[in-house]
C-alpha cells in the first residue's frame, strides 16, 4: 500500500513538471549598461585631430584646417566640436562629424552684433551651451559675454566695456572674461578674470558678484573669498561650478550659495590650469599652460597622463572636451592644433606623436628689426640658440640657452620686434628677478623691467601693476587680447646687460637668428680646438706618444667630443659663442672617408630647442661651460655623437666593433648659422685593436 502511495506522488510530481513546462516563463531583464569606470593613469596616444600646426584661418578638411589661437572647446550632442578661435581669427569654428572645419560665427577683430558670419568678436576665450542651444562666448578682448543664437544671431548678453559694475545688464561691466557655463535655468556664470571674481548673469537680467575679490587664495563665503586669474569654468555632478584658478595653481569649488572651498591646491603635478573637463564618474581632466593634462581623480589624486617624458607634452593646453567615444579632445593653442588623445591597451606603448608647431611655420615678420634702438641698427650678438649655461650654484651644465642675446645697456628701453597680441593669462613673469620676461605670441624677451622705465613708472594702463601688502610690485597683468606693436616700448634692461629673444613656445624654441637681423654679419668662421674621445664613464683615453688614442674594438663604444666656438663681425674680440652645427666623420689611414661617412653625421644641430631639461647634459661633456657671467670664457665641448637636432634628443657611441683593426681617422666639423665651416685642429688619430 505504501509503495502504491509512493508510486502514485511519483506520477503527480512529473505531471506537474511536464505541465510547468507549458506555462509562461518568467523573462530576465538585462539590466542597463552604464558608461564603464574611467581608468586612473592610462597610457596616452596622442593623435591629430585637426589644424596643420601653421597660424592662419583656413576652413577644409581637418588636417589642412589652420587656426589662429585655438583655445577652447565646445562639444555638441552631434559629435560635432566648437572651437574658439582667437589671435587674429577672432571667430567660432565648428569641426563636423565629417572631419571638416567651418565658420560658425565671426569675421574680424572688432564688436559687432549681428548676422553670424558678419559679427565681430575680440580674442573669444571660452565656450558654453544652453539648453535651448544658445551658445555663450567669453569675448574677452571686449570685455563681454556674448550668445550665438539657434537662428544664426550674435547677439550681446551683457558687457562690451571694462571695468567692474554689478546691475542690470545694460550696465555691467567685466575685465577681460575668459570662462563661461550656463545652468539648466538659463543662468550664466563668468570668470571675470582681471576682475578675479565668479560673476552670475541672471535670467532676470541682473548681474551679481557669486564670488571674490582682490586676488588671492582664500576659502570662504562670497566677498571674503578670493581668487587669482580665474580662467575657465565647469559644472561637477553635485551642481558646484570648478574653477580653473590660474595663478593659484590650484582647482576650486564654487557652490551657488557662494561658498568656496579648494578641490585641488597649489598642484604639484599641474602648472598653471587653463581647461576642465568631467568624466561621468568625476575625475576630473585638466590642461595646463606646460602643456600637460592631467587626471585629477574622486578623491584629489594627480596623474600626468601627457607631458611625462614617455608621452610628449603639448604646447598650451588650453580647451579639453570629453568626445561621445570617451576620447578626450585637445586644444593646443600654442602649436595651433587640436588632438586627440586616447587609452592604450595595458602594456601597449605609445607611438610617436606629431606635436608642437610645424616645423616651418612662418617666424614672425620682424622685417629686421633688433629688440633695442636702433631696431634697424646694429647690436652686439653676445649670446646664440643651444649654448651651455650654468646656475650660479656650480653647475656648470644646467641648461641649454633657448634664445639669442643682444647686448645693451641698463635701463634702455627694449623694443617690440613685431606686431603680436598677448594669448596667454600669465605673460609676464618673475618681476624684480634677473629673468624678469615677457611673451608677446610666439616672442619672448627677458632680463627686462617688464612695461616700466628704470624708476618703475608703467609705460601706459595696458601694463596692469599689482602690490602687495606692503605696496611692493608684486606682478604685471597683461589682458588676454592685449595687441602689441612693432616699436612698442615693452621694458627696460635690467641688470644682466642684454635682452633675451626667444622664439617660439617654451619647449619648442626655434633659432632666433633665423629671423634675421639688419646689419647681422658673420663671415668669421668657427674654430675647432680640440677633439677628444671619453669611454662610458666620460673618462677621457690618452693618447699614445705618437698622438694617437688606442680605442678597444669591444666594449660599449666611445664619445667624441669636440671643442670649438663661435665669433660673429664686430662683436668684441673676447665674445665667444656657441655653434650651430657639430658633427664627425670617419675617415682611413689615408684620409678617405669610410662608407656611410662620406658626408659628416649632423648628430647636433641647434635648429630647435629638445624640451628635456637634462639634453643639456646630451649636447655638451661635463667640463662643459662656466657657472658666472661676464669676462669668463665659456667651453663649448659638443657630445658629437650623440642627437640633439629637430627638437629631438638621443644617447649615442662611436662603435668601432665592425671595422678592423688599425689606423683610422676621426675628423670633427662644426659649423655656425651663416654656413662658415670650421677651421682648427679637426683631426683625431685613433687605433683600434
Known amino acids: 500500500m505504501a509503495r502504491r502511495r509512493w508510486i502514485m506522488g511519483v506520477a503527480a510530481l512529473t505531471a506537474l513538471g511536464v505541465l510547468a513546462t507549458f506555462l509562461p516563463q518568467p523573462v530576465e531583464e538585462a539590466l542597463p549598461q552604464g558608461p564603464a569606470p574611467t581608468l586612473l593613469g592610462w597610457t596616452a596616444q596622442i593623435g591629430s585631430l585637426a589644424g596643420d600646426g601653421i597660424a592662419g584661418v583656413r576652413d577644409g578638411a581637418a588636417e589642412l584646417a589652420r587656426f589662429s589661437d585655438p583655445y577652447a572647446l565646445l562639444a555638441l550632442d552631434d559629435g560635432a566640436l566648437l572651437i574658439a578661435d582667437g589671435g587674429d581669427g577672432n571667430r567660432i569654428r565648428r569641426l563636423g562629424v565629417d572631419g571638416r572645419v567651418g565658420t560658425l560665427a565671426g ?27 544658445t551658445v555663450y562666448v567669453a569675448d574677452t578682448g571686449n570685455h563681454a559675454i556674448r550668445r550665438i543664437g539657434v537662428d544664426g544671431q550674435v547677439t550681446t548678453l551683457a558687457g562690451g566695456e571694462r571695468g567692474f559694475v554689478d546691475g542690470p545688464v545694460a550696465q555691467a561691466r567685466f575685465d577681460a572674461p575668459m570662462g563661461v557655463a550656463v545652468d539648466a535655468q538659463g543662468n550664466v556664470y563668468v570668470a571675470d578674470t582681471w576682475n578675479d571674481r565668479i560673476r552670475v548673469i541672471g535670467t532676470d537680467g541682473q548681474v551679481r558678484t557669486l564670488a571674490g575679490a582682490e586676488p588671492a587664495h582664500v576659502d570662504g563665503f562670497g566677498g571674503v573669498a578670493r581668487f587669482d586669474t580665474p580662467v575657465a569654468l565647469a559644472w561637477d555632478h553635485d551642481g558646484a561650478l570648478l574653477v580653473a584658478d590660474f595663478f593659484n595653481n590650484a582647482i576650486r569649488r564654487v557652490r551657488l550659495d557662494g561658498q568656496v572651498d579648494t578641490l585641488v591646491a597649489n598642484g604639484n603635478v599641474i602648472n598653471g590650469p587653463l581647461s576642465m573637463v568631467l568624466s561621468h564618474d ?84 620682424s622685417e629686421g628689426r633688433w629688440p633695442l634702438a636702433p631696431q634697424l641698427g646694429w647690436h652686439e650678438v653676445v649670446g646664440t640658440l643651444g649654448e651651455v649655461r650654468g646656475n650660479f650654484r656650480g653647475e656648470s651644465r644646467h641648461h641649454l640657452h633657448d634664445g639669442f642675446d643682444v647686448r645693451g645697456d641698463v635701463g634702455q628701453t627694449v623694443l617690440a620686434i613685431a606686431d603680436g597680441k598677448i594669448d596667454s593669462p600669465l605673460s609676464s613673469w618673475s618681476v624684480g ?18 612695461g616700466r622705465d628704470p624708476a618703475g ?35 627696460s634692461i635690467n641688470s644682466q646687460a642684454h635682452v633675451h629673444l626667444s622664439v617660439g613656445s617654451s619647449g619648442f624654441e626655434r633659432n632666433a637668428a633665423m629671423l634675421g637681423f639688419t646689419g647681422f654679419v658673420d663671415r668669421v668662421p668657427p674654430r675647432i680646438t680640440d677633439v677628444a674621445l671619453l669611454d662610458d664613464a ?33 662683436n668684441l674680440a673676447r665674445r665667444r659663442l656657441g655653434l650651430y652645427q657639430v658633427g664627425y666623420q670617419v675617415l682611413d689611414a689615408g684620409g678617405m672617408p669610410l662608407a656611410g661617412y662620406e658626408q659628416p653625421r649632423w648628430n647636433i644641430v641647434f635648429n630647435r630647442m629638445p624640451p628635456q631639461q637634462e639634453a643639456v647634459k646630451v649636447a655638451y661633456a661635463p667640463d662643459s661651460g662656466i657657472t658666472v657671467h661676464g669676462s669668463a670664457v665659456t667651453r663649448f665641448r659638443y657630445l658629437a655623437t650623440n642627437t640633439v637636432r629637430d627638437g629631438l634628443m638621443q644617447v649615442g657611441r662611436w662603435q668601432p666593433a665592425a671595422l678592423p683593426a688599425g689606423e683610422y681617422v676621426l675628423r670633427a666639423h662644426a659649423r655656425d648659422h651663416s654656413g662658415n665651416d670650421a677651421v682648427g685642429q679637426r683631426d683625431l688619430h685613433v687605433v683600434l685593436r
Request: proline fraction near 7%; avoid cysteine.
Open 107 to 133: 569675421s574680424s577683430e572688432g564688436f559687432a552684433d549681428g548676422p553670424a558670419l558678419q559679427a565681430r568678436f575680440h580674442t573669444p576665450s571660452g565656450l558654453a551651451r544652453g539648453m535651448d542651444g
Open 282 to 365: 568625476d575625475v576630473l581632466y585638466v590642461g595646463d599652460r606646460a602643456g600637460r593634462i592631467v587626471q585629477v581623480s574622486a578623491q584629489g589624486h594627480q596623474i600626468a597622463l601627457v607631458g611625462t617624458g614617455r608621452v610628449p607634452r603639448l604646447a598650451r593646453a588650453s580647451g579639453l572636451a570629453l568626445a561621445p567615444d570617451g576620447s578626450l579632445q585637445v586644444a593646443d593653442a600654442a602649436a595651433w592644433r587640436l588632438h586627440r588623445v586616447v587609452p592604450l591597451a595595458p602594456g601597449e606603448q605609445p607611438a610617436p606623436a606629431l606635436v608642437g608647431p610645424a616645423v616651418d611655420a612662418p617666424l614672425p615678420r
Open 433 to 450: 628677478g634677473q629673468a624678469e620676461g615677457l611673451a608677446v605670441g610666439t616672442l619672448r624677451y627677458l632680463h627686462m623691467r617688464v
Open 457 to 491: 613708472r608703467a609705460f601706459d594702463e595696458r601694463w596692469q601693476q599689482l602690490l602687495d601688502g606692503d605696496g611692493k610690485l608684486e606682478r604685471i597683468r597683461l589682458r588676454r587680447g592685449t595687441r602689441i606693436h612693432a616699436g612698442d616700448r615693452l621694458g
Open 538 to 570: 666620460d673618462q677621457p683615453l690618452a693618447a699614445t706618444a705618437g698622438g694617437r688614442v688606442l680605442v678597444p674594438r669591444d666594449g660599449p663604444g666611445v664619445q667624441i667630443v669636440v671643442e670649438a666656438w663661435d665669433q660673429v663681425d664686430d
